[in-house]
């Protein structure tokens, strides 16, 4: 399901305005700080494993797949018409993953990702969902005030950019297939997926253009 709206740097952490805790997420909260209490966790130990699958195990097998469309014309002509699997072909599946939909972001079109009723997300390609993605916050404003949101994010796209927010299910999940930015003709499909970050595969985020001293 989309959502148009005619009216958005880039920032890998997480937003306050969006870090309201889920029922199940205050639970989860709960039972980490018992087992923390008890000494049968290392808080520390946890937090840090959680953080990398969160923002670079999960997000990079996304990211390897962008890179694959923008090095291969077959590639990319093949994810968004089946993305299972063109997904599946790189060996990136798993529950959460299925009935997968790749959207191309132009200069014209900017897509974004949400889950108005729960927290649908595609756990193979992006690891785990960031907690703003999961709150109330995002989820109400994203659809109403998709520009917003993305200045919220640090983003901002010309006015006659077209934003459609797209509404993740258990039936149909989105990856965002961002633009490939400038000054990356010579680039291995390796040194382009460092350059995917996990936002931008969501829609709320844009790719930064390389500096010559990162390539």
Not at 56 to 81: I, S
Not at 140 to 152: N, T, Y
Request: contains cysteine; aromatic residues 6%.
């Amino acid at each position: 399901m989309g959502y148009d709206d005619k009216h958005e740097h880039e920032h890998e952490h997480d937003h306050p305005e969006y870090s309201e805790l889920s029922e199940m997420d205050a639970r989860v909260r709960a039972l980490e700080t018992l087992l923390t209490e008890k000494g049968l966790v290392d808080q520390a130990g946890l937090s840090a494993v959680v953080e990398r699958y969160e923002k670079e195990v999960g997000p990079h097998n996304g990211a390897l797949v962008v890179a694959k469309a923008w090095t291969d014309p077959e590639y990319r002509r093949w994810l968004f018409e089946d993305a299972d699997a063109a997904i599946e072909s790189l060996g990136h599946v798993g529950r959460q993953g299925e009935h997968m939909v790749a959207l191309e972001n132009t200069s014209q079109r900017h897509n974004m990702v949400v889950c108005t009723l729960c927290s649908c997300y595609p756990w193979p390609v992006l690891g785990l969902p960031p907690v703003w993605y999961k709150s109330p916050s995002y989820r109400s404003k994203v659809v109403i005030d998709p520009r917003g949101v993305l200045a919220d994010f640090g983003v901002s796209l010309p006015e006659d950019t077209e934003i459609k927010v797209w509404d993740s299910t258990a039936e149909v999940r989105y990856l965002v297939v961002p633009m490939r930015p400038e000054g990356t003709s010579g680039m291995s499909e390796e040194q382009l997926a460092e350059l995917v970050t996990r936002d931008s595969m969501i829609g709320t985020g844009l790719i930064q253009a390389p500096t010559d001293t990162a390539r």
